[in-house]
């Protein structure tokens, strides 16, 4: 049978993640490994506990397909308590879903339709690409511009913005903390972008998932508080980063009502409802003192101020990360090539992995990630140090030479 009978048009052009890519690379060649994002620690321990509970206390048949009631109680009351999101219906605006990654899916899926134009910024998360691509829409892309003379953080062009919507523009996807630039979108910029929307009639959603890894003076702006975009917004979070549990795969949208409808209408159907006692558990995470989100904000600042020293040392200029834990790193004086040249060197030789960023752009955008490398900091500092040791050495004799 060819490979033309056997795949479906819409997986055809989708090769394996870069992510899969790299960490077989990590693996072959003994290096550390700083590309995928996820922690090499596990979340709180009053957690685990939780779920154990929660299974040996028998909640482990299926939930509701909108999410076990108290969770999405806990969602509710932790917008309020962190974001100054008021009003969140636990029964009307919650849907637990299975991760981030499925409710992007779903709200593709319940909002947008073939044919219609979906506004992103590049570089982008690289599941939204490929999500636009299954509901048959056109993908719009603005580029996010490096720090320069005028702009001290990652910024966009409002022009550009403006000339990216049109009549058939459905859908805006933002992302805040980004991936991977690090960038916290102001309150401000998020004005620019509600009235644009508004004038369109435009809805968005906003991935947060990096909503608790932001580092002053930045400060998180949950999009659907910001006037104009309360009633158009589908905010998409998960618990994997802010907890450390990447692995449980549990996200949730909070959305007006009417929106909440559409994406539960996708859900319940795509994997119908998650993990019960892994939900449980997350209300309990949810609700964890201020202590416990100020640690983690507090250790992942050490973290990101190790990699960057790290970096510095081994000849890297990088890029200051406002929030997420990801570094874009300038890799153009290396003379070892474009990005996935680099990468390829770096896990190869250096023994160390990172995320060529080109593939976050679409490809006639790519040249714009072609001098920069990716760096995770969700890592133990023994292995931030070894990483920084290998690259320290690896990189920099080269250069003398
Ligand atoms: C921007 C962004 N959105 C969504 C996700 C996926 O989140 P989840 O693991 O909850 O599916 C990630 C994970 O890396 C991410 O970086």
Known sequence: MSSRQILASRVGPL??????????????????????????????????????????????????????????????????????????????????????????????????????????????????????????????????????ATHATWWFDRDEVRAAFGPRTRLLILNT??????????????????????????????????EHIVFAPARHVRAATVPGLAERTVTVSSGGKSFSFTGWKVGWIIAPPAL??????????VTFATASPLQAAMAVALRLPDTYFEQLRAQ?????????????????????????????????????????????????RVGVAAIPPSVFYAPEHRHLGQGMARFAFCKSDAILDDAARRLKDGLSPRRAG
């Open 15 to 148: 090769g394996t993640t870069v992510f899969s890519e790299f960490s077989a690379l990590a693996l072959k060649h003994g290096a550390v490994n700083l590309g995928q994002g996820f922690p090499d620690f596990d979340g709180p321990d009053a957690v685990k506990e939780a779920a154990h509970q929660a299974i040996l206390s028998g909640i482990n048949q299926y939930a509701p397909s909108v999410g076990l009631k108290v969770l999405r109680e806990a969602i509710a009351e932790h917008g309020a308590r962190f974001h100054g999101q008021e009003g969140i219906d636990p029964d009307t605006m919650v849907t637990v879903t299975s991760g981030a990654t499925e409710a992007i899916f779903c709200v593709l899926l319940g909002l947008v339709d073939p044919g219609d134009e979906v506004v992103a910024f590049e570089p982008f998360y690289d599941s939204y690409d490929a999500n636009i691509a299954f509901v048959g829409a056109r993908p719009r892309y603005v580029p996010l511009r490096p720090p320069d």
């Open 177 to 210: 903390p980004h991936n991977p630039t690090g960038k916290v979108f102001t309150r401000e910029e998020l004005a620019f972008l509600a009235e644009l929307c508004a004038e369109h009639d435009v809805k968005v959603l906003s991935d947060e998932v990096y």
């Open 260 to 269: 909440r409808d559409a994406v539960q209408r996708a859900h319940q159907f």
């Open 300 to 348: 992942y600042l050490a973290r990101r101020e190790r990699l960057l020293a790290g970096l510095a040392q081994a000849g890297l200029k990088a890029h200051v990360p406002e929030g997420s834990y990801f570094i874009l790193a300038d890799i153009s004086g290396q003379g070892l090539g474009d990005d996935v040249a680099f990468c390829r060197h770096l896990v190869t």
